[in-house]
């Protein structure tokens, strides 16, 4: 069978309803098999997980007792690092949102070209790996430490500023597609009408962001709640500022895994941004194609 004679046989194969939904369903069912496999074993022992995985548990008095354990065990701290993690994201995609959008809209209306190298800027750093900056970052932190007398690493606003740093090219670049499809002309009012400059983002076009503003609030939520590296870089394992992913790191021993209480904790870290993805989820298709049209 030739190339042509394969696409079209093909584009027919999938034209039809019912070939279309068994693909869907058989995609379903293998994004959600890793969730299946974490939510059954959190209530089994640690020999049940390691020799019988896909096995479903005989009672639920495990995964209470698991619960129990995560919620005393001092390790973890799970109510303090759940509260660290709610600070950082929270603080992080305010302050990453709306100096963005700010940055965006300034370079969108600002013709020239400084406006056109700082827009190539920002959109220079998507390419730069984190593992590129790891070290200069906790140096920096060291050096800015030495120079204000100000305490930056194991703080929550160190976090905060690196993450703002690191998810500015991103909400720029995304911000900066959305900004171009709103109409000059609603602005040339507004400022007509006696708005400042300030008033007319913070009245007018910020409104007009929200569904790109939901849609990066989403990713870089998902991003900043799971990530580990950037934390235990500035914060470390085992103060009173650690996250959720460096808390439950610290369920895994050097010789022995608790994969019971590990699983359990997963469980209940993803359950608030699980929430956060199902509340902004219409959004984020609209936000994401919204750019593109102008």
């Given amino acids: 069978m030739n190339t042509s004679k394969f696409k079209r046989f093909?584009?027919?194969?999938?034209?039809?309803?019912?070939?279309?939904?068994?693909?869907?369903i058989a995609l379903v069912i293998i994004f959600l098999f890793p969730f299946y496999i974490?939510?059954?074993?959190?209530?089994?022992?640690?020999?049940?997980?390691?020799?019988?995985?896909?096995?479903?548990?005989?009672?639920?008095?495990?995964?209470?007792?698991?619960?129990?354990?995560?919620?005393?065990?001092?390790?973890?701290?799970?109510?303090?690092?759940?509260?660290n993690s709610a600070i950082i994201t929270t603080l992080s995609?305010?302050?990453?949102?709306?100096?963005?959008?700010?940055?965006?809209?300034?370079?969108?209306?600002?013709?020239?070209?400084?406006?056109?190298?700082?827009?190539?800027?920002?959109?220079?750093?998507?390419?730069?790996?984190?593992?590129?900056?790891?070290?200069?970052?906790?140096?920096?932190?060291?050096?800015?430490?030495?120079?204000?007398?100000?305490?930056?690493?194991?703080?929550?606003?160190?976090?905060?500023?690196?993450?703002?740093?690191?998810?500015?090219?991103?909400?720029?670049?995304?911000?900066?597609?959305?900004?171009?499809s709103i109409p000059m002309d609603i602005e040339e009012a507004a400022i007509i009408d006696g708005c400042s400059r300030p008033q007319v983002f913070f009245k007018i076009v910020l409104p007009i962001l929200k569904p790109i503003f939901m849609t990066l609030l989403v990713l870089n939520?998902?991003?900043?709640?799971?990530?580990?590296?950037?934390?235990?870089?500035?914060?470390?394992?085992?103060?009173?500022?650690?996250t959720l992913p460096l808390a439950v790191a610290?369920?895994?021993g050097a010789y022995v895994q608790q994969w019971d209480l590990m699983l359990t904790a997963l469980v209940l870290s993803a359950i608030p941004i699980i929430i956060l993805f199902l509340f902004a989820q219409k959004h984020i298709i609209k936000g994401m194609t919204s750019g593109a049209i102008k």
Avoid: C
């Fill in 250 to 252: 610290n369920l895994a």
């Fill in 38 to 83: 974490v939510l059954i074993n959190t209530s089994k022992l640690n020999i049940d997980i390691t020799d019988t995985p896909l096995r479903l548990p005989e009672t639920l008095a495990k995964l209470i007792e698991n619960l129990r354990a995560i919620f005393t065990d001092r390790r973890m701290e799970y109510f303090s690092s759940l509260f």
């Fill in 10 to 24: 093909t584009k027919t194969l999938f034209s039809v309803p019912v070939v279309r939904e068994i693909l869907a």
């Fill in 93 to 180: 995609l305010m302050l990453i949102g709306v100096s963005s959008a700010m940055a965006a809209w300034v370079l969108v209306r600002t013709k020239s070209k400084l406006s056109t190298f700082l827009f190539f800027f920002f959109i220079a750093g998507l390419v730069i790996p984190f593992q590129v900056v790891m070290l200069p970052l906790v140096t920096w932190l060291e050096d800015l430490r030495a120079f204000t007398g100000i305490p930056w690493k194991d703080t929550h606003h160190a976090v905060i500023i690196s993450y703002m740093g690191f998810g500015a090219p991103l909400s720029v670049f995304l911000f900066h597609g959305f900004i171009k």
């Fill in 221 to 242: 939520g998902l991003w900043i709640w799971n990530d580990f590296l950037l934390p235990l870089l500035v914060i470390g394992r085992g103060g009173d500022t650690q």
